[in-house]
């Protein structure tokens, strides 16, 4: 156990429509980070956030937005859901942002199912 | 564009046959380099992370190792346990993680 805990595990919904996935870092951790992993594409970071500020940005389509909050949970909205967003969403947090505390450790993950 | 690519994709190996996984990168300003173990449906779990070149690190059965464009994670006399898939990753200074598409090991006893 990893110390982060991602809700809900699964989710399955329809094409069009938007789903909010939560995520609490480890105690003590000021980063979230989000990724997708998909059969065809790996594991793809989206999205880093470092105590309520967006830090840094990969790959994530305008439909997406995050956030994270002062009790520093994050969430992830995914809109306009399209059958190519079915995928493992990931949450990770790490203790910083800077310097040597880098190690991310990831929650168990959303699955997403979009019909 | 920041790229990391393992090898090789899958690779299977018998009870106590020793191998070595490659990850090679090449990115802009590498802060770290780190390893992952990952079971299916379930999120990576950490291993190492390495952050220079001429760094090894070792736990149990796995050693890894970093030179100026490639990481390898060298498995000593593997169990089945030790079947999974291996994520490399490298993170820039800017902040963003590039992963690797990962190397399947199956040990078979």
């Known amino acids: 156990d990893s110390g982060v805990t991602q809700t809900p595990k699964h989710l399955i919904t329809a094409t069009g429509q938007r789903v909010t996935l939560r995520c609490s870092p480890r105690?003590?951790?000021?980063?979230v980070y989000w990724y997708q992993q998909s059969l065809d594409q790996g594991l793809q970071f989206l999205i880093q956030y470092y105590n309520g500020e967006e830090r840094a940005k990969g790959n994530i389509l305008e439909r997406f937005s995050a956030q994270q909050f002062p009790d520093l949970h994050s969430e992830l909205n995914l809109s306009s859901l399209e059958l190519g967003d079915s995928a493992l969403y990931f949450c990770?947090?790490?203790?910083?942002?800077?310097?040597?505390?880098?190690?991310?450790?990831f929650g168990p993950g959303t699955r997403l199912t979009v019909l | 564009e920041d790229q990391v690519t393992q090898s090789p994709e899958a690779l299977r190996l018998q009870e106590g046959e020793s191998s070595s996984l490659n990850c090679s990168y090449t990115v802009s300003g590498l802060r770290g380099l780190f390893w992952y173990r990952q079971d299916p449906g379930k999120g990576p779990e950490f291993l190492f992370t390495?952050?220079?070149a001429g760094e090894e690190k070792e736990k149990e059965r796995l050693k890894a190792t970093l030179t100026k464009k490639e990481s390898f994670l060298h498995i000593t006399a593997p169990k089945p346990e030790d079947s999974a898939t291996y994520l490399c990753a490298a993170l820039t200074n800017a902040g963003k993680s590039t992963f690797g598409d990962g190397t399947t090991l199956t040990v078979k006893p």
């Open positions: 390495l952050y220079s």
């Open positions: 990770a947090s790490s203790v910083g942002n800077s310097g040597f505390t880098d190690t991310q450790y």
């Open positions: 105690s003590g951790d000021l980063s």
